[in-house]
């Protein structure tokens, strides 16, 4: 993106956002003030284990959560208040303006209906146009996403497309309405080795090609390493360190982050154990107070236990909240490279 | 290689055979599965001729996509899935034929470690009379069960008194993992089949769970078979890897050799889809095209002819060979590349 475009509003803009499931037992905080804005045109990773808040945060985007959970804060698409929308708005705005890509396109998509028609009723649900003019467009959908004999196989149930192809198909759909902002959870965790580098570089060029702004969530710091322009790594349902993803993996600036590059199993000596992050991630229903890795970590102080640390700014572009960023070491990955 | 390293002068007295026996040999092992409603005669061919040798105390990785049969070998080994045809051979003993051993004395000396930590423990047992339960099939009385069920949580690092009472559900995800390696060491096995053990934690925790396993094997003597379709993980835990494509034993090897040259160009693509965690070094075309084919119909001769960039007409012909694979240190691959009188206009190149 140029320059100007860089100084332009961000494509999405989400300040605290909050998502608590609510129930007779117990109150889960899932997602506990995310904030992190994303440029047009930008990959930005979430990456974080599980429960982390990264799919619900992802949910929260698309308006897909159930009724019962409490979402607070604040999500602005294009200046446009996304909490907000209710009705006709909201349905064009699933679909139209945002879509996403699911993990597993098996239970995704639906296996009573044709490859074909899942894409040609989108199509026109949105677009409009008749059946043949939507049926041309949607047999170039399958060709840009690389499926062969793409004619042949708009005619497929789900069940008769491998893996991979099913994830394609899954794509063209995501972007047969052209959406500025796509979002995908986890694309390719469910591929092989072999499928999975070719849909992440798909996945890359047509970013590409047509300029979408994409949320990418992976548990995968190979994958964000592959895809991402930004990462934000989150823990526990907040952001806690944000920045350009060559950056972040080679010098983390959270002990989160450098625990889990040590704790990725990727070249380590065979003869030597893993630095492994000792401990398991809080319990959502009952976070500590203070920093939620403090319980986790080797750099803690009682000051960490106090309250949440604010963000600090150790670099341009880098974010990360903690209150030892001048204490985390190198990832092992720099000693390696 | 570390596995001469750790070998232990302490003697098992079930050791029968001695070190120099090999723990399991496997021969043109094979089991297909019937396919209903997909027309006369169509099976799934899972496991199609695999040979191998595991040695005492080392680690042997299994690496393949899904569909290779890597899980169906693992429930051929403990004869969970028995095999049509081949030859199973524990510590010199011809498994399941009379004058061998017999299938539930196997099942005392291997033990195996699912995926799904979940599903593989009862929801309705403590998990510290899940992990009694062997020791009491096996002729313990409830006390002493329930006293090798502390032991070995301690030895997997969950403190009895804590742990032991609680239910499956009660439990994260890496501590049911260390429950079920638990559940496996408790009626003291030889070796352990860990079938994807690792692969559904997230990584934080995958790393203590390495670090457990690779300390339990030291200390109670035990030799893996580590199947996993993570070649990061694989290369880090295992003495020798053997790579599977639809069915079939594509190339086996000592580790650091199969990572460093790779034979067969299966493996090599396999090695090439590895991410490489440095955003300044993206992949920028795809080792291969294309997924895996099915295993229910698979290409004549060699079986990965249909994705490979060096295919001629000898592969499509015939199958080829993976060779003499008996000792510790053989690395060969079923790939005519590597036979010089195949025929093939690249033999011996690789």
């Known amino acids: 993106m140029d320059g100007h475009t860089e100084a332009a509003a961000p494509l999405l803009d989400v300040r605290d956002l909050t998502v608590k499931f609510v129930s007779r037992e117990a109150t889960v905080t899932a997602v506990n003030g995310a904030t992190f804005s994303l440029r047009a045109g930008e990959v930005l990773c979430l990456l974080g284990e599980s429960g982390s808040g990264k799919s619900v945060t992802l949910r929260a985007l698309m308006r897909l959560l159930p009724k019962q959970a409490q979402v607070a804060g604040r999500v602005e698409l294009g200046g446009q208040d996304v909490l907000a929308l209710q009705g006709k708005a909201l349905r064009a705005f699933r679909g139209g303006e945002v879509a996403m890509v699911f993990q597993e396109p098996m239970t995704a998509l639906d296996p009573v209906y044709t490859i074909g028609q899942h894409l040609v009723e989108m199509i026109r649900r949105h677009k409009g146009g008749t059946k043949a003019e939507a049926r041309a467009r949607a047999i170039e959908l399958l060709e840009l996403v690389k499926i062969p004999s793409a004619a042949r196989r708009f005619d497929a149930y789900p069940h008769e497309l491998s893996g991979g192809l099913r994830q394609r198909a899954m794509i063209a759909i995501a972007l047969s309405c052209g959406p500025r902002l796509l979002l995908a959870d986890e694309p390719t965790t469910a591929l092989d080795a072999t499928v999975q580098i070719q849909v992440l570089i798909l996945l890359r060029r047509l970013q590409q090609e047509l300029g979408m702004g994409t949320i990418f969530v992976t548990h995968d710091l190979g994958v964000a390493a592959e895809i991402a322009d930004r990462v934000a790594v989150m823990y526990a349902g907040r952001v806690i360190e944000e920045g350009p993803v060559a950056d972040v993996l080679r010098a983390p600036k959270h002990p989160y982050t450098a625990g889990l590059l040590a704790s990725t199993v990727h070249e380590q000596a065979p003869d030597q154990d893993i630095a492994a992050i000792p401990g398991s991630p809080p319990d959502l229903r009952r976070l500590p107070g203070g920093c939620s890795f403090a319980p986790r970590c080797g750099l803690a102080t009682e000051a960490c236990r106090q309250a949440f640390p604010d963000p600090v700014y150790p670099a341009p572009g880098r974010m990360a909240r903690c209150l030892r960023v001048a204490d985390v070491l190198p990832s092992p990955l720099t000693e390696l490279a | ?350």
């Open chain 2, 1 to 350: 290689m570390s596995a001469a390293v750790e070998m232990q002068p302490y003697v098992d007295p079930r050791d029968r055979g001695g070190a120099a026996q090999p723990m399991l040999i496997a021969r043109e092992l094979q089991r297909h599965f019937r396919v209903k409603g997909a027309g006369t005669g169509a099976v799934v061919r899972a496991v199609d001729g695999v040979s191998f040798t595991l040695f005492k105390g080392e680690t042997l990785g299994v690496v393949g996509e899904s569909g290779c049969g890597k899980s169906t070998l693992a429930r051929l080994l403990l004869h969970l899935v028995v095999p049509d045809s081949g030859e199973l051979v524990f510590d010199g003993d011809a498994v399941g034929e009379r004058g061998g051993v017999n299938v539930a004395d196997l099942r005392r000396q291997v033990q195996m470690v699912f995926q799904d930590s979940y599903s593989s423990l009862n929801p309705r047992m403590p998990v510290q009379d899940s992990i009694a339960f062997g020791p009491m099939v096996n002729g313990r009385s409830k006390t002493e069960a329930r006293r090798i069920a502390h032991e070995i949580l301690v030895k997997v690092g969950l403190r009895p008194d804590l742990f032991g009472p609680r239910y499956p559900h009660e439990l994260s995800g890496g501590q049911k993992q260390r429950v079920n390696i638990a559940r496996a060491l408790a009626v003291g096995p030889r070796m352990v089949i860990l079938d994807e053990a690792v692969s559904a934690l997230d990584k934080s925790v995958e790393a203590q769970v390495l670090n457990l396993l690779r300390q339990l094997k030291r200390t109670l003597n035990l030799t893996y078979l580590f199947i996993s379709h993570d070649l990061n993980v694989v290369r880090y835990i295992s003495d020798r890897v053997l790579v599977m494509y639809l069915g079939q034993v594509v190339e086996l090897g000592p580790a650091a050799e199969v990572f460093a040259r790779a034979r067969h160009p299966y493996t090599r693509a396999l090695l090439g889809s590895r991410l490489s965690m440095d955003a300044g070094r993206r992949i920028e075309a795809p080792p291969l095209v294309g997924d895996p084919p099915s295993p229910i119909d698979p290409p004549s001769g060699c079986r990965f002819r249909t994705r490979c960039p060096h295919a001629e007409s000898v592969c499509e012909a015939r199958m080829p060979t993976l060779g003499h694979w008996e000792d510790r240190s053989s690395h060969v691959a079923a790939c005519h590349m590597t036979r010089p009188d195949s025929g093939h206009s690249l033999a011996g190149s690789a």
